[in-house]
């Protein structure tokens, strides 16, 4: 059966629930332009193309846009969006970083130093929800070479995680309605950006990362490292999408598999 | 009197180029905004004020353009952002019944023979019914897709939504059927 029989079926139902005979609408729509304006409406007379509301309008985008500058330079969430605005990674002027001391190796490792925190731990996408406040988009399927792990809560972000079979290759989408957290080592040098569309939308594309050669003290810039980063922000919600690892499964997720695959997130109904 | 000509005199101020673009949209434009809506009164207010932004708005609209997916996207916008608010929704999982299985193996497969499923007047009944059960979202795909007819990148233009956002939303849509009536899946 093609669409035009199920377009036919669909009229069909349609037609015996509201007979088309039934339905003028023309007196109504009428009567609502003459109660709107009785300047500009009589049957077979012209109308008057003033905008009556313009004035009121154009006040109202003036306050509108007053208020999104206010909300832009006076609070946390709007000057993280102002930033993420102007660019979606962190810049760095230069292809090193310097090490903070406290991550500059000295002699032997100080088994009393503490470790990174573990990952929180893994939870479903509603409960996700619960905790953040906001829906979460997700991928309609599991992308190839890659098995669901679930979600994580890292503070104000919720991390949607894949893995490939031999834990060698991992897929990372994180969200968040307040912007990115970043750091450093997150910063990538301006050559290395590569602007992107998500369908209709801006965002950043990256590949490589800061890494800590043995015997330096700065991180140098690899642009060969098996990190891909995609950023970009739609709807109120920053996302950032990281492929890494070395896996032949997920070879296939490159700058383009990316944006495919960012471009089928959407929220379940 | 064609579209174009219709448009042409509205943008004149002659309000018989509205009138008669009324008369030619409205049952359509009611039918699709009652399949997202479930409510005829608010179907017509809605197909209602969709005409009247038509005529406050026709200078904006360029003629050689066709008029019909423009407005059909206003009914669909405005008939969406008004069931969203009301969610009414009737649900098959309190009613599930053999027509509905029916309808849902011809939603999931529509290879399926037609006459065999909805030779009954009272079926035709039962895809309003199930499209009911959907959230407003997936039956305002379900209506552009199978009822107004349009092309899936013609539905992510409109909606400003990835195709393969469209797509996977109409795939959710007859998997979500399905699983309201426990058909077992088709493809």
Known sequence: ??????????????EEEIPSSQVDLWPA???????????????????????????????????????????????????????????????????????????????????????????????SVAEAEAQVGFDV?????????????????????????????????????KQSQQGFVQSDWDKVPANAVVPVKIGEVDGEFAHGTFVVYAGETVGTWNPDAPILRLRWVQDGVWFEMTK?????AIAYLDQAGLIELAESLALKP | MKDQ?????????????????????????????????????????????????????IQQFDEERPFAPWFFRIVVNDALKLAKKQRRQVSLEEQPDHLAAQLAKWLVDPGLQPDQLLEQQETRQIILKAISSLPPGQRAVIVMRYYLDMSMSDMSARTGRPLSTIKWWLRDARQRLRSLVGAPLGR
């Open chain 1, 1 to 14: 059966m093609n669409n035009k029989e199920i377009r036919s079926i669909l009229q069909d139902a349609l």
């Open chain 1, 29 to 123: 729509v009428r009567a609502s332009l003459v109660a709107g304006n009785h300047d500009r409406v009589q049957q077979g007379e012209k109308m008057k193309t003033k905008r009556l509301y313009r004035i009121p309008r154009l006040a109202f985008v003036v306050a509108m846009l007053v208020a999104l500058l206010a909300a832009a330079l006076l609070t946390p969430q709007g000057r993280a969006l102002s930033q993420s605005i102007l660019q979606f990674f962190t810049q760095a002027e230069e292809t090193t970083v310097p090490l903070p001391p406290s991550q500059i190796a000295a002699g032997e490792p100080d088994p009393s130093a503490p470790t990174a925190e573990p990952p929180a731990s893994l939870i």
């Open chain 1, 137 to 173: 988009a997700e991928l309609p399927f599991v992308p190839d070479g890659l098995n669901y792990l679930g979600a994580r809560l890292y503070g104000d972000a919720v991390s949607i995680e894949y893995q490939t079979q031999g834990y060698d290759g991992h897929l990372i989408i």
């Open chain 1, 244 to 248: 890494s690892g070395y896996a032949e």
């Open chain 2, 5 to 57: 000509i219709a448009i042409s005199r509205l943008k004149q101020g002659d309000l018989n180029g509205l009138e008669a673009l009324v008369r030619r949209y409205q049952a359509r434009a009611v039918h699709a905004a009652y399949t997202i809506v479930y409510d005829r009164p608010l179907a017509e207010d809605v197909v209602q004020t969709a005409f009247v932004k038509v005529a406050e708005r």
